[in-house]
C-alpha cells in the first residue's frame, strides 16, 4: 500500500491496498451532532511518537477528550495514557511486534519523526508509518477509522517531484523502501522525508477510503518541540522576519494537536487526502507573493 496502482508520470506499478473483499465500507457521517462530533468516547487511538513533542501533546488531548491512547514509542511518556508500548521504527521486527499488541483501533496518529543527520532517518520518519497503516489496514485493525500524520512546512514542494515520489512509493513494502533509499543518493533527508508523506497522503485518499479509512496530515511551520530546540537555530529561527511582521510566534505542540484531533475525529468525515499547514499562513503567503523574505 503505497502509491498509484498503475502507472504515473513513468513510475512502476504500485503495490497498493487490496480492496475490500466483503459488503461496501464507506466513511460515515458524525453520530452525534455538535461538540460531541470532536470526542473520542469509546474510540481507541495509537499515537506513533507519543512520548514527546507533538506526539505527547496529541495523545494529552485525545486521552481528556475521553479516547483510550496506545502509544508506540522507544522510551516511556511522561504524561497518562492507556498503554505503551516500546518500538524501534528502525526495524521491521520490532514494529511487527509492537502491533502483534495493538487490537482494533479507531484512530491512527503518526508523529515520530527525526532530523538530519539520524541514522535510519527515512525509517523512522516515512517508512514506518507507511508500515504501520498498512498492517493495520489489511489486517482490518483500522476499518472505519482515520489516520493523520505530521508533516512538515519543509515538505511544501513535493508536487515539484512527483516522478520521484511515485517511484519511490511504489515500492512494495519496509524492506522494498529500503533497498530503494540505498539505490538513490541524497535522498535520505528531512525533506525528502516530509516531501514523500505529502505525496503518500495525497495518492493513497482513495485506496483507503475504500476501506472506510481516511487520512491526513498536518504539515506545521516552526513547533516549540524537543526536536526543535536541538535545531533551533535552522527550525525555530526560520520565518522569523513572518513572525515579526505579522505578530505571531512559535507555535506550541498543543496547538499542532487540535487539528490532528479534530481531522481524526468524526467532524472531519468529509475530509481526507489533504495536508493542512499549521504555519500562521506563512506558507500560503509566500506562494502567492503575499509575503516575501528579505533578501541576505
Same mark, same amino acid.
Given at each position: %500500500?503505497?502509491?498509484?496502482?498503475?502507472?504515473?508520470?513513468?513510475?512502476?506499478?504500485?503495490?497498493?491496498?487490496?480492496?475490500?473483499?466483503?459488503?461496501?465500507?464507506?466513511?460515515?457521517?458524525?453520530?452525534?451532532?455538535?461538540?460531541?462530533?470532536?470526542?473520542?468516547?469509546?474510540? $481507541?487511538?495509537?499515537?506513533?511518537?507519543?512520548?514527546?513533542?507533538?506526539?505527547?501533546?496529541?495523545?494529552?488531548?485525545?486521552?481528556?477528550?475521553?479516547?483510550?491512547?496506545?502509544?508506540?514509542?522507544?522510551?516511556?511518556?511522561?504524561?497518562?495514557?492507556?498503554?505503551?508500548?516500546?518500538?524501534?521504527?528502525?526495524?521491521?521486527?520490532?514494529?511487527?511486534?509492537?502491533?502483534?499488541?495493538?487490537?482494533?483501533?479507531?484512530?491512527?496518529?503518526?508523529?515520530?519523526?527525526?532530523?538530519?543527520?539520524?541514522?535510519?532517518?527515512?525509517?523512522?520518519?516515512?517508512?514506518?508509518?507507511?508500515?504501520?497503516?498498512?498492517?493495520?489496514?489489511?489486517?482490518?485493525?483500522?476499518?472505519?477509522?482515520?489516520?493523520?500524520?505530521?508533516?512538515?512546512?519543509?515538505?511544501?514542494?513535493?508536487?515539484?517531484?512527483?516522478?520521484?515520489?511515485?517511484?519511490?512509493?511504489?515500492?512494495?513494502?519496509?524492506?522494498?523502501?529500503?533497498?530503494?533509499?540505498?539505490?538513490?543518493?541524497?535522498?535520505?533527508?528531512?525533506?525528502?522525508?516530509?516531501?514523500?508523506?505529502?505525496?503518500?497522503?495525497?495518492?493513497?485518499?482513495?485506496?483507503?477510503?475504500?476501506?472506510?479509512?481516511?487520512?491526513?496530515?498536518?504539515?506545521?511551520?516552526?513547533?516549540?518541540?524537543?526536536?526543535?530546540?536541538?535545531?533551533?537555530?535552522?527550525?525555530?529561527?526560520?520565518?522569523?522576519?513572518?513572525?515579526?511582521? $505579522?505578530?505571531?510566534?512559535?507555535?506550541?505542540?498543543?496547538?499542532?494537536?487540535?487539528? %490532528?484531533?479534530?481531522?481524526?475525529?468524526?467532524?472531519?468525515?468529509?475530509?481526507?487526502?489533504?495536508?493542512?499547514?499549521?504555519?500562521?499562513?506563512?506558507?500560503?503567503?509566500?506562494?502567492?507573493?503575499?509575503?516575501?523574505?528579505?533578501?541576505?
Amino acid at each position: %500500500m503505497t502509491g498509484p496502482d498503475s502507472k504515473a508520470n513513468g513510475a512502476r506499478a504500485d503495490a497498493s491496498v487490496a480492496a475490500p473483499t466483503t459488503g461496501e465500507a464507506s466513511v460515515a457521517a458524525p453520530a452525534t451532532d455538535g461538540m460531541g462530533a470532536l470526542r473520542y468516547d469509546g474510540a $481507541t487511538a495509537l499515537v506513533v511518537g507519543g512520548a514527546s513533542g507533538i506526539g505527547a501533546a496529541t495523545a494529552t488531548l485525545v486521552n481528556e477528550l475521553g479516547g483510550r491512547v496506545i502509544v508506540l514509542d522507544r522510551v516511556a511518556p511522561e504524561q497518562a495514557v492507556g498503554e505503551w508500548i516500546a518500538v524501534d521504527l528502525r526495524d521491521r521486527n520490532s514494529i511487527d511486534a509492537a502491533l502483534d499488541r495493538v487490537g482494533t483501533v479507531d484512530a491512527v496518529f503518526g508523529a515520530a519523526g527525526v532530523a538530519d543527520g539520524t541514522p535510519g532517518l527515512m525509517n523512522i520518519n516515512f517508512i514506518a508509518h507507511r508500515h504501520i497503516v498498512q498492517r493495520l489496514v489489511d489486517d482490518a485493525r483500522l476499518r472505519n477509522g482515520a489516520v493523520c500524520l505530521v508533516s512538515s512546512a519543509a515538505g511544501r514542494a513535493w508536487q515539484d517531484h512527483l516522478p520521484l515520489l511515485h517511484d519511490f512509493l511504489a515500492t512494495d513494502g519496509f524492506a522494498d523502501a529500503e533497498r530503494w533509499m540505498d539505490e538513490h543518493d541524497g535522498v535520505a533527508t528531512y525533506t525528502f522525508s516530509k516531501q514523500a508523506m505529502n505525496c503518500y497522503v495525497a495518492t493513497m485518499s482513495p485506496r483507503l477510503l475504500p476501506h472506510g479509512v481516511r487520512i491526513n496530515a498536518i504539515c506545521p511551520g516552526p513547533t516549540d518541540t524537543p526536536l526543535a530546540r536541538a535545531n533551533a537555530d535552522a527550525w525555530l529561527g526560520y520565518a522569523s522576519d513572518y513572525r515579526q511582521a $505579522t505578530g505571531t510566534s512559535v507555535l506550541t505542540p498543543r496547538q499542532m494537536a487540535y487539528p %490532528m484531533a479534530f481531522l481524526n475525529s468524526p467532524a472531519a468525515s468529509g475530509i481526507s487526502g489533504m495536508n493542512v499547514f499549521v504555519d500562521h499562513g506563512h506558507t500560503l503567503a509566500l506562494a502567492t507573493g503575499a509575503w516575501q523574505h528579505a533578501a541576505r
